[in-house]
Structures are given as C-alpha cells and as structure tokens.
C-alpha cells in the first residue's frame, strides 16, 4: 500500500484592505521582521497607519549581552527597523523577557493599547504551542499572542478594565479583525513583492541578535529567510510572494 499524495493546499485570500489603523502587537524585537515587515511596508506604501506594541525588550535574547546592556540596544535596532517600513509609534510594555505571564495584567496593557491606537486591525504572532507541529513555540510568543486576541474583545467592553475608563481610556470596538503571522494555518496574505527588500533590511537592523543567532553572512542570511518563506507561499497566492495571516474576524 503507498502513502496518499498530500491533498493541495487552499489559495490564500487577500487580506482586507478597507481599514485605516492597525496595531502589531508581539513579545519581542525582531518577532515582527520575522514575521510580517514586508506586509507592513506594503500598508505605510498606501497611506495605512501602522503602530508597534512590544511585551518586551527582548534583554534576556543573548546570552553575551547582560540584560541592562542588551535590553537598551534591543530597543535602539526596534525602532530603526521599524522606521525601515515606514513605522514611527513604537512601544513597550516592559514585562520580562523570557517570563511573560499571559493575564489578567497582560490583557489589561493590551486592551489599553488598542484603546489609545484605536485600530481596525490587530496584528500578532502565532499563539499556539509549535511552529508547524514540529519546533516548540516559546512561552513568550504563546503569552502575548492569546492575550492579544483576547485585548481585542476586552477593548471594547467598558465592564472589564473600567480603570481604563477612569484614566481616560474609553473602550474601542472598532477592531475588525484579527491576523495572526507565522501561523501553520494560513488563510489570506499580502502581496510582498513591493515590500520584500525593505522586510530583509528592517529584519537586517537587527544586527547584534542575527551575529549572535548565526554564524551565516547577515544580509545573506535575512535575504535567504525572508525571501523564501514568501516565496514558498506564491503558488497559493497567484504565483506573487506574499507575507500570510490567519484572519479571525469580528
């Protein structure tokens, strides 16, 4: 008896493109060039406005680096890669890195980012327990990215957090949607041809963390990564390289 083919995978959806404000919201610096930079420039192209919400620091990712040293360099290569896509708002939440807790107090520093933005798209990354079923997902990157999706729903509710509404903060029920990068079950994507070179460059700004994680030339190693995960996915997407999300609408 021989193995079934493997059944083809479904054409991935363009993501909507009738929205104004997103905010991207993830554990650490460099989680958002991994994931989606290419998209990002695509969306500050047309005029869309995009802000940066971090868990993070990211001061615990090398080993070489004491935290108070490598927390404030971390920070510095964030927000020259995010400026690389057309990205200004870059924030963070200062949890621990390495430690993130998902929460009551997670959620509450999410759902008062959301308010503040007031975005119709929230953007995360994969929140479940593997990549692909096969390399474990860190704690970090679980944490942030279900508490995210649950924000959503707590940022507009004004019975929950109501010392948001005392600082200020009224709720926000304008988020629409929900995408979820480096996700295994991808439903739409984004056009990356127009975006891609400045994904490898905004990826490439964090130079100090790629030294470390690889021993590979820097530009070649982020121009090889980046273009092939996006390519990898253009026989789905209309034979154009793309950035993929799994949606989850509101």
Same mark, same amino acid.
């Given at each position: 008896?021989?193995?079934?083919?493997?059944?083809?995978? %479904?054409?991935?959806?363009?993501?909507?493109?009738?929205?104004?404000?997103?905010?991207?919201?993830?554990?650490?610096?460099?989680?958002?060039?991994?994931?989606?930079?290419?998209?990002?420039?695509?969306?500050?192209?047309?005029?869309?406005?995009?802000?940066? @919400?971090?868990?993070?620091?990211?001061?615990?990712?090398?080993?070489?680096?004491?935290?108070?040293?490598?927390?404030?360099?971390?920070?510095? /290569?964030?927000? =020259?890669?995010?400026?690389?896509?057309?990205? %200004?708002?870059?924030?963070?939440?200062?949890?621990?890195?390495?430690?993130?807790?998902?929460?009551?107090?997670?959620?509450?520093?999410?759902?008062? =980012?959301?308010?503040?933005?007031?975005?119709?798209?929230?953007?995360?990354?994969?929140?479940?327990?593997?990549?692909?079923?096969?390399?474990?997902?860190?704690?970090?990157?679980? =944490?942030?990215?279900?508490?995210?999706?649950?924000?959503? &729903?707590?940022?507009?509710?004004?019975?929950?957090?109501?010392? @948001?509404?005392? &600082?200020?903060?009224?709720?926000?029920?304008?988020?629409?949607?929900?995408?979820? &990068?480096?996700?295994? =079950?991808?439903?739409?994507?984004?056009?990356?041809? /127009?975006?891609?070179?400045?994904?490898?460059?905004?990826?490439? /700004?964090?130079?100090?963390?790629?030294?470390?994680?690889?021993?590979?030339?820097?530009? %070649?190693?982020?121009? %090889?990564?980046?273009?092939?995960?996006?390519?990898?996915?253009?026989?789905?997407?209309?034979?154009?390289?793309?950035?993929?999300? /799994?949606?989850?609408?509101?």
């Amino acid at each position: 008896m021989t193995d079934s083919p493997e059944a083809p995978q %479904s054409p991935l959806t363009p993501l909507p493109e009738d929205w104004q404000r997103a905010l991207a919201v993830v554990a650490h610096p460099d989680d958002l060039e991994y994931g989606c930079a290419a998209a990002v420039a695509t969306w500050t192209d047309a005029g869309k406005e995009v802000s940066y @919400l971090l868990a993070t620091r990211g001061e615990a990712g090398i080993d070489t680096l004491d935290p108070a040293v490598c927390g404030p360099l971390r920070e510095r /290569e964030q927000r =020259a890669s995010a400026a690389v896509v057309g990205v %200004s708002a870059v924030e963070f939440l200062d949890h621990r890195d390495g430690v993130v807790e998902y929460g009551i107090a997670l959620r509450r520093d999410i759902a008062a =980012a959301i308010r503040r933005h007031r975005p119709q798209l929230v953007v995360t990354l994969n929140h479940r327990d593997t990549w692909g079923g096969t390399v474990w997902n860190t704690p970090d990157h679980v =944490a942030v990215g279900r508490a995210a999706l649950d924000a959503v &729903a707590d940022a507009g509710n004004r019975w929950i957090f109501p010392e @948001l509404r005392e &600082a200020g903060l009224e709720p926000w029920d304008g988020v629409r949607w929900v995408a979820v &990068a480096g996700t295994d =079950a991808p439903t739409h994507a984004v056009d990356a041809t /127009e975006g891609l070179e400045r994904g490898v460059r905004s990826l490439l /700004e964090h130079r100090t963390y790629i030294e470390v994680l690889t021993e590979e030339d820097p530009e %070649s190693y982020c121009r %090889s990564f980046l273009t092939g995960f996006a390519e990898s996915l253009a026989p789905r997407f209309g034979g154009r390289p793309a950035v993929a999300f /799994e949606l989850f609408g509101r």
